[in-house]
Structures are given as structure tokens and as C-alpha cells.
């Protein structure tokens, strides 16, 4: 094809961009495909933004979001000065490899991850190392080594793990948070919905690691996907470049500011729907394994299935779509013999599953 727009950097030209999940307009889709929270906000998001004044909007909102900061801080039991709030969490990757990593630099990533790490790089310009799972989606035993030896300039990895749900526990982050050269990314944006008897908590740890800095988002826990907010956790001096310097001057707005605040302060309730979500994984996993589909142990809010060859994750992708069920399929080498399910409500679930028995005609 011409390229009738050769304004675009050369980098820019060749790159695929981010291919997002669908979001359709009809409402009576049971949508499992993006991994948002099947239950609505807590009621106090709902009160403060009803109270909110068009009014209000008149003027800018606080720059760095301080009483957001000041809340996560106490959440998190850290200083206001470790915390970064962003316009979702998607642009705190964005804003990690603008800040900290060059043209000559390299970001490693495990392959697969998340589908938005390649294209970052790509638009900054960076180079890539990619370390495989193996065939059955585990880490490498080596994973630590392989890291360390990438020389890479950041590394993101997600923990727990997108698209398997697996999760690498604290012990195994702060070593490497030690031996790692460069800036570690830990992308915890499925970490609340980790099981609590398994004591995930990686935050102290930015006490420890100057290198470290955790990704938090709003918008899979508290059901605040549509309201963009996430935010970083890390040492002051790691992320103060990123706070005076490669952000934009209000990255978020003020209608996010006061609802992630609502959020955080009435966090007992998310807390409820991830136990409820957690309740739904083990039903859903065990009722999927009833129908003879296996899936990973997954510490997240959706679950990798494996499909037979007969009939294949797309057909079984495409048949609940004609039932008004998305799922994800993902077409690339290692995935497109799965699909993956976000635990959905009850309701939503045990659809999917009559779904499935249907198509399965079990
Ligand atoms: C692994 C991972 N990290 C980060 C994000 C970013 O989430 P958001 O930009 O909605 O905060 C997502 C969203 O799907 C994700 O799956």
C-alpha cells in the first residue's frame, strides 16, 4: 500500500498498534473478554460523582493528584513522595520507558505477557528481549539469570501473571529486584485478586529496592476501567523524574482525582468482590475441568483455558460469540490453542458453562 502520510517516524510505520479487546455497544453481552469487574463500584464512587459540580471543572486539577496520593499512602502504609498516579496504568508503562529508557536501551519482557509491552518499546524506539515461557506456559527455571544477564535497561514483568494467572512470590521479586541492573517493573495489575493466605505483598519492598517500582490500577479491582487510573509505587528518586518531568502537567483530571478517592476510602468494598471473584475462579476452573477443559491455576480475575484441537479455541471463541458471550482469543504462536475467560458474575459464569456444555454437547 502507498503510504500516503510519510509524516510518521519510520519506527511508527512499521509498527502494529495496540489491538485492544472488544467492547460492544449492546448491553446484553456477558462480556468476559477484557478482565474488567463484574461488579458495579463501590456506592461511594456513585455518591461523589453524582455530587459532583460542572463547576468544579473550571479549573485545573491538582497537578500530581495529592489527595490521592495522600490516601494510597496510607492504604499502602508508604510515603505520598513513593507514589505516582496515572492515567490508567497503561501510562505509567508509557511514562517508565519515556523516562528511563533510550533509543540504544533494551526492555525485557517474558513472552507472552502483556500485548502492550511490545508496542511501547517499539514506539520509544527501544530494543526488545523477549524470554519464553516453555510450551506449557511455565517461567524458565533460569528466569532470574536470563533477566539479569539481558543487561536490560527496565524489565516489565507482570505478577501475577497475563495471561496465565500464575503468580512469582515476594521472595522471588526482591532477589531480583538485588541482582537486576536496570529499573524492575513489577506490572501488579491483577494483584489484588491474589488469594490472601498466599501473603503477596511486594510494597515494602520499595523501601529496600531503589530500582523497584509497582504498578497499581483502579481499573480491574475497583471496577473503574472506563475511569482511567492506576498508579506506580517506588523509591522517591526513582519515580520523582517521572512526577517533574516526563508527565504530562495534569495527567489526571479531576473527576478521576475525587472517584479514585472515593474508591480507595470505601476499599472494603472491592475487597468484597475480589473474595466473591475469587469464589467464582474456583467454580468456574473446576466446572471447566468437568467439561474436560484444563486451565492454569490463575491468582487473577480470568482464567487461560486450553482448547482441544477438535473443535479449536477459535471455533469455541467464535460459537460463544454467537451466543453473546466474548471471550479473548489471542491468534499467536502458544495462544491460539487457548482462549481467555474473565470471571464473570455468578449469573454470567454459569451461562458461559450451559454455553459451553452446548457447544461441547456434553
Ligand atoms: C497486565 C496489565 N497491565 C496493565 C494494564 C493496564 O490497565 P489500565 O491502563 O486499565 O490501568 C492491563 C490492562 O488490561 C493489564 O492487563
Not at 474488567?36 to 459540580?53: D, F, G, Q
Not at 479514585?260 to 472494603?268: F, G, N, T, V, Y
Amino acid at each position: 500500500m502507498v503510504n500516503l502520510m510519510p509524516f510518521e517516524r519510520e519506527n511508527i510505520a512499521q509498527i502494529e498498534g495496540y489491538l485492544p479487546g472488544e467492547q460492544p455497544s449492546s448491553s446484553d453481552v456477558i462480556k468476559l473478554n477484557t478482565n474488567e469487574n463484574p461488579y458495579p463500584a463501590s456506592p461511594l464512587v456513585a455518591e461523589t460523582l453524582s455530587k459532583i459540580e460542572v463547576d468544579e471543572l473550571r479549573r485545573y486539577p491538582s497537578a500530581l493528584a495529592d489527595e490521592f496520593c495522600g490516601l494510597a499512602s496510607r492504604v499502602h502504609n508508604v510515603n505520598p513522595e513513593n507514589i505516582i498516579p496515572t492515567n490508567g496504568g497503561d501510562e505509567l508503562l508509557r511514562l517508565i520507558l519515556t523516562t528511563f529508557a533510550g533509543e540504544n536501551d533494551t526492555l525485557a519482557i517474558t513472552s507472552p505477557s502483556y500485548s502492550l509491552y511490545p508496542v511501547l518499546a517499539n514506539i520509544q524506539g527501544c530494543s526488545l528481549t523477549e524470554i519464553p515461557l516453555d510450551k506449557d506456559l511455565n517461567y524458565p527455571n533460569e528466569l532470574a539469570e536470563l533477566l539479569v544477564d539481558s543487561s536490560a535497561k527496565i524489565c516489565f514483568l507482570v505478577n501475577p501473571h497475563a495471561p496465565t494467572g500464575g503468580l512469582l512470590p515476594v521472595k522471588f521479586i526482591d532477589k531480583l529486584a538485588s541482582n537486576f541492573k536496570g529499573v524492575l517493573v513489577v506490572d501488579e495489575a491483577y494483584a489484588d485478586f491474589v488469594d490472601p493466605a498466599l501473603r503477596y505483598d511486594c510494597i515494602p519492598l520499595i523501601n529496600k529496592h531503589k530500582n523497584l517500582l509497582l504498578l497499581r490500577t483502579l481499573s480491574k479491582g475497583y471496577s473503574l476501567a472506563g475511569l482511567r487510573f492506576g498508579y506506580g509505587l517506588g523509591d522517591s528518586e526513582l519515580i520523582s523524574p517521572i512526577k517533574y518531568k516526563t508527565r504530562d502537567s495534569y495527567n489526571t483530571d479531576y473527576i478521576s482525582q475525587q472517584l479514585a478517592c472515593a474508591a480507595l476510602s470505601s476499599r472494603e468494598y472491592a475487597m468484597s468482590t475480589w473474595e466473591k471473584i475469587r469464589q467464582s475462579r474456583k467454580f468456574l476452573s473446576t466446572k471447566l475441568e468437568q467439561l474436560g477443559l484444563k486451565s492454569w491455576p490463575s491468582q487473577t480475575n480470568f482464567l487461560l483455558v486450553q482448547i482441544p484441537d477438535n473443535p479449536g479455541a477459535e471455533y469455541i471463541y467464535k460459537k460463544l460469540k454467537l451466543d453473546n458471550i466474548l471471550v479473548r482469543h489471542f491468534d499467536v504462536n502458544n495462544l491460539n490453542n487457548k482462549i481467555r475467560i474473565t470471571i464473570g458474575s455468578e449469573d454470567e459464569n454459569k451461562r458461559l458453562i450451559s454455553s459451553l456444555v452446548n457447544i461441547l454437547r456434553i
